[in-house]
């Protein structure tokens, strides 16, 4: 936490590295190069600055790196080489066997993405006089993938009711709800409407204490 011009300013960094095991099949290449195993080093990094104004205002803008693929978004199939044993006694069983192999077929890119994030929050705040109160909060969000591709806007709304602890002093969630339009603009060009595009869930917190 930094402290700019008399105003608390949050700082967060935030990083992953990870290796995904993926097997590809090619139809169109001949039959010993048809499956291809290998390795995608994929990589995120984010960078977070957010500051708190009037006690309950709590912005946030994030923005960063990403190293992906759309190897989750191609077609999955199951590959089996059989080889088949006849049964001598009965000319008309013929037994099939063989290991099956997943992997995925299609267009396989990789790709450098650039998220970002906007953020607002109306936190109500944690006065002794409002202990046994029901105050209501919520979140506006805007985010955004950019990149060599059209980005796929999204733009949400959370409304919440929460209260607050009497011995801890701590004001948590109890109820809310949240709605989120993905591709608002419509980039992709689907054939999907605005209500086809739009999410809503609900969340409930419950404690056995």
Known sequence: ??????????????????????????PDEI??????????????????????FKGFIFPTLTFGYARKNNYADLD????????????????????????????????????????LKMTVSFIPGEDKKNNNKLLPGG???????????????KLGLIAFLTKQNNETGIRSSLIG???????????LNSDNSVAKRTEINISASISLL
């Open 139 to 153: 979140t506006l969000y805007y985010s955004a993938d950019f990149g060599n591709t059209k980005p796929v806007h």
């Open 177 to 187: 709800i949240g709605m989120q339009v993905k591709d608002f603009t419509n980039n």
């Open 1 to 26: 936490m930094k402290e700019i011009s008399g105003k608390d300013y949050f700082l967060n960094f935030q990083s992953a590295y990870n290796i995904e095991k993926s097997t590809m099949y090619y």
């Open 76 to 115: 999955k199939i199951e590959i089996t080489d059989f080889q088949f044993i006849e049964n001598p006694s009965e000319n008309n069983i013929i037994r099939g066997y063989g290991p099956v192999v997943n992997a995925h077929v299609g267009n396989y890119k990789k790709f450098d993405r650039y998220p």
């Open 31 to 52: 039959y010993e190069d048809q499956i291809h195993n290998f390795n995608f080093s994929g990589a995120v990094f984010n960078v977070s600055v957010s500051t708190l």
